[in-house]
């Protein structure tokens, strides 16, 4: 059987030019005669691939020195605690709940202090961004927390919100890489590379100096603390090695594709392709309000259940993966994230146009 289009939330497509590299060098990893999942943390040659990993996504995104990158373990959900464990000084945050993801990081951190949910769009199943313009930010707040794009509800921040000069401290899982960013507005940004990056197992921080201190919560493991990891150049313990080797390739395919701005323009591209269709179509919906549709995760449904699951079987059958969409949402999502190809979009549209005229 030859290759799908994997429209998975997560872990999700990856650049076939990437996955051809790694399979090229999968038993002997430019002349070392190892691969790479098989060398020393340690060698000369791993410590090159980590050191240019970090300079290309340095290049890609446009990090200044006073931020640190870390590569990291533990999924995004471990970011949940470390974030309160190392920057609640005064045991305050604010969190602003756009979806599943947003509310476990919110839950988390009032494990460790005061977590004030400052803003929420659950009301309406989260679909869509609450106005952030003139929040009620506590006086004291060490941070402000964001899910940047919600996977799960496929909504996204347009514009990040007002935090009136507290700092902001954003989930970009399903974002990550995705268009430029202006990383000095924030002063953590991480996310768990399983989307848009590269293998599950490996977490990306950037983190602004300043909030790299020693000075966390009482109790807080050795392996949570930012500063230990930052100290060794991520490479305190052995670090998801072979992942982070997939990150590098990846980092070095968005160059190649000319940036952050070039893949933001496709990106833009395919999601018109899609939402274009749902806007016109007869059977299918979208579940976001318009102005905050996220350019990753496209939910739409039928109304009917019943259409839902015949259309993700057939779909299937045509070689179109994963459409299922989550429990709390019912009915379908395409994930296109940037190693989507514009033809598997066309060929997602083309398939409900047919399914449409056959079952409405
Ligand atoms: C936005 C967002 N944050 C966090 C997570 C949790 O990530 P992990 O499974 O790496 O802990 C996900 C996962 O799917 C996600 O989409």
């Given at each position: 059987m030859g290759r799908v289009y994997n429209f998975s939330a997560g872990p999700a497509v990856l650049p076939e030019e990437v996955l051809k590299e790694a399979a090229e060098e999968m038993m002997d990893y430019r002349g070392c005669g190892m691969s790479v999942m098989e060398?020393?943390?340690?060698?000369k040659t791993y410590q090159t691939i980590i050191d240019e990993a970090e300079a290309d996504l340095r290049e890609l995104i446009g990090i200044p020195d006073n931020y640190k990158v870390l590569f990291l373990?533990?999924?995004?959900?471990q970011q949940f605690a470390m974030i309160p464990m190392n920057l609640m000084k005064n045991k305050v945050a604010d969190y602003i709940v756009t979806g599943q993801w947003a509310k476990k990081a919110w839950q988390e951190a009032s494990k460790y202090g005061k977590a004030?949910?400052?803003?929420?769009?659950?009301?309406?199943?989260?679909?869509y961004i609450p106005d952030c313009s003139d929040l009620p930010v506590s006086?004291?707040?060490d941070y402000v927390y964001i899910c940047e794009n919600n996977t799960i509800y496929?909504?996204?921040?347009k514009t990040l919100p007002d935090t009136k000069g507290k700092t902001l401290v954003a989930d970009?899982?399903?974002?990550?890489?995705s268009e430029p960013v202006?990383?000095?507005?924030?002063g953590v940004m991480y996310g768990?590379?399983?989307?848009?990056?590269?293998?599950?197992?490996v977490v990306i921080d950037i983190i602004r100096?300043?909030?790299?201190?020693?000075?966390?919560?009482?109790?807080?493991p050795t392996m949570l603390q930012y500063k230990t990891h930052s100290d060794a150049g991520?490479?305190?313990?052995?670090?998801?090695a072979y992942g982070i080797y997939i990150c590098g390739k990846v980092f070095k395919w968005l160059k190649k594709m000319g940036g952050l701005a070039a893949v933001k323009e496709l990106n833009e591209k395919k999601a018109a392709i899609l939402y274009d269709y749902l806007d016109e179509s007869r059977l299918f919906k979208g579940t976001v309000r318009r102005e905050d549709r996220s350019l990753m995760n496209v939910p739409f449904i039928t109304g009917s259940e019943e259409l839902d699951a015949k259309f993700v079987k057939e779909a299937k059958e045509a070689g179109?993966?994963?459409l299922k969409g989550h429990r709390s949402v019912g009915g379908m999502r395409a994930s296109?994230?940037?190693?989507?190809?514009?033809a598997g979009v066309e060929k997602l549209v083309e398939f409900m146009k047919k399914f449409e005229a056959e079952n409405v």
């Open positions: 060398m020393s943390h340690r060698s373990q533990g999924g995004a959900s004030n949910k400052i803003a929420s769009s659950e009301d309406k199943t989260f679909s006086e004291d707040a496929g909504t996204k921040f970009v899982s399903s974002c990550f890489l202006d990383i000095t507005k924030y768990g590379v399983q989307k848009n990056i590269g293998p599950a197992g100096e300043d909030l790299i201190t020693e000075d966390v919560l009482p109790g807080t991520s490479l305190y313990n052995t670090p998801p179109l993966e994963s296109i994230y940037n190693a989507m190809p514009v």
